[in-house]
């Protein structure tokens, strides 16, 4: 069983950057990938980005390329998101997501964190 507490969110002006971090706690020894949704009002949950154990394998969405960045600390059993130049349509809940290899296929998610608003003004 793991755990997944979300961290950093807040409201900040289009423009800005904010900082998300998750934190996994409990059976954490056989997660690999971790990653990021997001779910706006009126719409479904959407991928964000994802990473994985290595390092090695990183996507994103297309609406946050070149504006999110995802990191993670093994050691510390965090994953981190990096988010610059928010837009208003960056508004929503973020959910962190991790996946244990013993469980589910590779780049899949099956532990989830209660989620973290990211409120964007224009």
């Known amino acids: 069983q793991v755990q997944l507490v979300e961290s950093g969110g807040g409201l900040v002006q289009a423009g800005g950057s904010l900082r998300l971090s998750c934190a996994a706690s409990g059976r954490t020894f056989t997660i690999d990938a971790m990653g990021w949704f997001r779910q706006a009002p009126g719409k479904n949950r959407e991928f964000v980005a994802g990473i994985q154990r290595s390092g090695g394998s990183i996507n994103y969405a297309d609406s946050v390329k070149g504006r999110f960045t995802i990191s993670r600390d093994n050691a510390k059993n965090t994953v981190y998101l990096q988010m610059n130049s928010l837009k208003s349509e960056d508004t929503a809940v973020y959910y962190c997501?991790?996946?244990?290899?013993?469980?589910?296929?590779?780049?899949?998610?099956?532990?989830w964190g209660r989620g973290t608003q990211v409120t964007v003004s224009s």
């Open positions: 997501a991790a996946g244990d290899r013993l469980r589910v296929g590779p780049g899949t998610y099956d532990y």
